[in-house]
């Protein structure tokens, strides 16, 4: 692998331009953020060493064997955040960039381009919470004792707006310099029409001259050329040049090979499907981490473990071959757990709906399983086995998760005409992942707190008669802003009595689901007054029976007795549906 010599960054930037440097599919999104760039030129400037690149030289009848994308260049962190893909690139050879893409980008976005992040409290559907910034350099800002030893020059990504509002400064755009031929008479030109003289004159023209000679002329792109033709090679150097940074993770590196090896586009495949996934029902958070793994576990790779051992070439055939119809039973799969009420804050562990996607994939289950009558007892089975694995204080899907869902695997595999729940829960209790209860965690469950991701999923099991396909809340039965210390000490309760009312008004005895419309509607009122809704004593009955409230005091003085007597009847509903397995309709 020859060291080849030093040239200029303004070199560099031209042969990106002109995509004679691109990024193969290995590499990952950028990911610096603003402030690393204003770092990157500031080290620049004061001469820091800039480090070597790592290229990998692609001779052109092997060009078409790959994917190649360009450098970000007008990054916008909602419309534009990867890297655009580029077309065919034949009758010559190329460079493709196995080390340095962040650095590479970071002065292409810098030099060329813009930036455009989301600023705090925006909401992300507004225009305006993404405003466009280039990057400017002060060239009249001199470094106080606050800003340490490190930094000498000061860099900043502004608006227009900003450029025009900033009186503390002279901010110089720095993808000007490349404008500038030499350092004379265009670059004084440019100082002197903003009203620089004197020694302000003086000072601003040093520090641009600096940016000048750092961008055009001083040769500081240093890099090594891997002239190998041979994938398998390149995927080691990238593995090996990757794998021990922290910017880089391990599933973006897993990815990157992936990429690599797929004829078709397995990032933005990916990317998609993610998206896809997570703006279904109420929205979810999934991760390229967790479509990685279940490309993994559908595709039959012997193990779903994050291993490159996994992710070789004749894997990777498989995963993209199979790869239609594990996007269908995976938004199968987050569909249904959808209409089971789950959204990114209720559902505890993405890992668990892997199982479900692997028999919804074994089975070839179409739309129809969704909602057809045919397969209620089936979702159902799904849905009570999920919540089950939810409430166990252990966390299920913890340690082990590798082993665990490899085996789930091989029962869904042998049984899969319906949801093997016997030979599931089996296979769980042989690893130590039992589904059966004891007293103790049942008395444990009687008691949860409201913001304990196990609530909504004990009370969605508990209520089967919600439609949870809407919106529901988790709602206090004797509303929140009761339990203020000044409101209970008027109802003349000692302080003692003021601390467990306050503990117990966030537990699950003094919880319930109602559909959020009405939950607004309820707001701070007292439960007795709620029910006097119903007109007649039946439906104000019907409404107490199903929701298990038994008698409601008209005072908070009474909730004491109100929660003890909730919690008996939770607890019996508890004991019936996860250590007796009764159904509850």
């Known amino acids: 692998m020859p ?46 060493p800039f480090g070597t690149f790592l290229y990998w030289k692609v001779k052109q009848e092997n060009n078409k064997l790959y994917q190649f994308y360009d450098f970000v260049l007008d990054y916008h962190e909602r419309d534009a955040p990867h890297c655009p893909r580029i077309g065919q690139i034949i009758n010559r050879d190329i460079i493709a960039v196995l080390d340095g893409q962040q650095r590479l980008t970071a002065l292409n976005i810098g030099l060329r381009g813009s930036l455009s992040k989301k600023l705090p409290y ?44 900033q009186h503390d400064g002279c901010w110089f755009p720095v993808r000007e310099i490349l404008n500038f031929e030499d350092g004379g008479p265009a670059m004084t030109e440019w100082l002197v029409n903003h009203n620089l003289t004197g020694q302000s004159l003086t000072d601003a023209n040093k520090v641009c001259f600096r940016l000048f000679e750092v961008i055009r002329h001083l040769p500081v792109v240093a890099f090594y050329e891997e002239p190998s033709q041979e994938l398998d090679k390149v995927l080691q ?33 990916i990317h998609q499907l993610v998206d896809d996934l997570n703006y279904i029902g109420a929205g979810f958070s999934f991760s390229k981490d967790w479509v990685l793994k279940a490309g993994l576990m559908l595709s039959d790779i012997g193990s779903v473990g994050f291993k490159v051992d996994n992710f070789n070439r004749e894997n990777m055939r498989k995963f993209e071959k199979r790869w239609p119809e594990i996007k269908t039973a995976l938004s199968h799969t987050v569909e249904l757990v959808s209409s089971f009420g789950f959204n990114e804050k209720t559902l505890r562990a993405d890992s668990a709906l892997l199982p479900i996607a692997y028999y919804l994939y074994a089975r070839k289950a179409d739309a129809q399983y969704l909602t057809s009558d045919k397969y209620r007892d089936d979702r159902k ?107 209970l000490r008027k109802s003349q309760l000692s302080e ?29 009122t ?24 038994g008698q409601v005091p008209e005072s908070i003085s009474d909730f004491k007795i109100f929660y003890e007597a909730r919690r008996k009847l939770l607890r019996e509903r508890i004991v019936n549906l996860l250590i007796k397995r009764q159904a509850i309709e």
């Open 3 to 48: 060291y080849q010599k030093e040239v200029r960054i303004i070199d560099t930037l031209q042969q990106i331009q002109r995509h004679e440097i691109v990024l193969p599919a290995i590499q990952r999104e950028f990911v610096w953020k603003p402030e690393q760039i204003c770092t990157l030129f500031d080290s620049l400037m004061q001469g820091y």
């Open 237 to 269: 150097i990238f593995i090996r040049s990757n794998s021990g940074g922290t910017l880089l993770s391990y599933s973006d590196l897993l990815l990157s090979i992936a990429a690599a090896q797929w004829i078709s586009d397995a990032r933005e495949e």
């Open 122 to 165: 925006k909401r992300w559907s507004t225009n305006d919470a993404f405003p466009k910034s280039h990057l400017y350099l002060d060239l009249l800002w001199t470094p106080s004792e606050n800003e340490g030893v490190d930094k000498r020059y000061r860099f900043e990504f502004l608006t227009d707006q900003q450029v025009k509002t």
């Open 526 to 549: 007292m439960p007795a007054d709620w029910l006097r809704q119903f007109n007649n004593d039946p439906k104000r009955v019907q409404y107490s029976d199903i929701h298990l409230l």
């Open 496 to 524: 003692d009595e003021i601390i467990q009312f306050k503990d117990y008004s966030d537990r699950l005895p003094n919880l319930q689901l109602l559909q959020g419309l009405k939950n607004i509607q309820k707001g701070a």
């Open 381 to 487: 089975s799904i849905r009570r086995w999920l919540i089950a694995s939810f409430l166990k204080p252990s966390g299920i899907w913890g340690s082990g998760l590798d082993t665990l869902l490899t085996a789930l695997r091989s029962e869904i595999k042998k049984h899969h005409t319906t949801f093997p729940l016997p030979q599931i829960e089996e296979t769980m209790r042989s690893r130590g992942k039992t589904l059966e209860f004891n007293e103790d965690e049942i008395d444990d469950l009687t008691e949860l707190r409201i913001n304990d991701k196990r609530t909504f999923s004990l009370l969605s099991l508990m209520f089967t008669h919600l439609d949870l396909q809407q919106i529901f809340h988790i709602d206090h039965i004797f509303p929140k802003s009761r339990f203020t210390p000044i409101k």
